[in-house]
């Protein structure tokens, strides 16, 4: 069988077993002179590597679970052509599992005083900052036989931003808030609700709208309309402690909380009213201030994007004085925390007279969907049991819950996938009762 390519390079150069240097063979090295010129003239050939010059390019950002491409450019100063393999390092989160030997390894050919690009393309699978690890480069010579390897550091951030999944509830959250506003034929009316305009009556107008002095001057009946207040303080309060590390499905409470504190943000910055956050614990994980409408949602997904939940018992007191700090006029404050018998009535309900007394409190809270799976189990004695078990978790939980209506704050108790838009219509259904 012909030889070709370094194979028969090798058998040209010395007697030796030639399927040695080809993966999956073995066999005796003979090694003999023009053999070892062969390999040090191939070593010499080899593209010094500790002289690259290598810069970063690319996406700076991405959502959890959308791509961000990393561009890589390799610039050869030397005046041999670099044949290189290159392994561009992540944390393992920057991928799928199984996915990183494919999308960190590249192979490039470089000449002399040349440059190329390469992309890496991540997947994260967590939130949070993803810092670029080092930049591994094997030079090969023309025959393959000796290569050189070095490191570079060539430093690169992406900060992998909340999936913000319950933006598809947002168009008819306004939708609805346009009736709320007056802008099409349902207005509602509450009190604390500011005057609007005025126009004919229509059949079915609530005769307390009419407008009698108006209608004096003119030969139609006009009634008043009325929209929601404008310009109010929402105070979105996140509670990073032990119990929203309770992972519910295949997240911790805390990205649920955080993905519908997003839509709430989005939907009251868009009915003009002014929109913070405030991350805590024992401590202020996250602070957002003063943003302008346009603002608020980079702003909280920026600010969201870091958080991660400490495995330690919140500060209700600590927590209650910072909220009162950081809204000292009248608001409402959403507080996303846990609805657990033992963390609200040793911690929040001591403390939450000084909340409800000055401001408007709605507390919204993740619910556990297996443990309403679970209550309706039937079947065998181990179902009866789980059964039983979840059920006395749910009166638990409605108890807390009434303990809190009875200090008047309004109760949000809903599943991952439900919290967002429930959420969304509480506030909704306070705004046009005129409670903001």
Known sequence: ??????????????????????????????????????????????APVRRLVLTRSGDTSARLGETADITLTVTNPSRRTLRARLRDGWPPSSWQAGTEIEASRHRLTVPPGERRRVTTRLRPTRRGDRQADRVTIRSYGPLGLFSRQSGHQV???????????????????????????????????????????????VPGDDTRSIDWRATARQS???????????????????DTGRTSAGRVGDAPRLDASMDAALLLGALASR????????????????????????????????????????????????????????????????????????????????????????????????????????????????????AAAAAQAQSERHRTAEQLRRHGVTVVDATPDDLAPALADAYLALKAAGRL
């Open 1 to 46: 069988m012909p030889l070709t390519g370094r194979a028969a390079l090798l058998a040209a150069i010395g007697s030796i077993p030639v399927g040695i240097w080809e993966p999956g063979w073995t066999g005796i090295l003979a090694v003999n002179g023009p053999l070892a010129l062969a390999c040090a003239c191939d070593f010499a050939w080899a």
């Open 155 to 201: 430093p690169w951030t992406v900060r992998v931003l909340p999936p913000f999944t319950s933006r598809k509830h947002l168009p008819s959250k306004l939708a609805r808030l346009r009736e709320l506003d007056g802008r099409t034929s349902v207005l509602t009316r509450g009190e604390g609700t500011e005057f609007d305009s005025l126009r004919e009556y």
């Open 220 to 238: 139609a009946v006009a009634v008043r309309t009325w929209r929601p207040e404008r310009d109010r303080h929402i105070l979105l309060v996140l």
């Open 271 to 386: 009915a003009g009213d002014r929109v913070d956050l405030l991350a805590y614990d024992r401590r202020v994980r996250a602070l957002v201030q003063g943003r302008a409408a346009g603002d608020v949602l980079p702003s909280l997904v920026n600010a969201m994007a870091t958080l991660e939940p400490e495995l330690v018992e919140t500060d209700a007191r600590g927590l209650t004085a910072t909220a009162l700090r950081t809204a000292p006029r009248r608001s409402l404050i959403v507080l996303l925390t846990t609805l657990d018998a033992a963390p609200v009535e040793q911690g929040l309900l001591p403390v939450l007279s000084q909340l409800t007394q000055r401001h408007t409190v709605l507390l919204a809270s993740v619910a556990d969907p297996h443990v309403a799976r679970m209550a309706t189990a039937r079947g065998n004695a181990d179902a009866v049991y789980e």
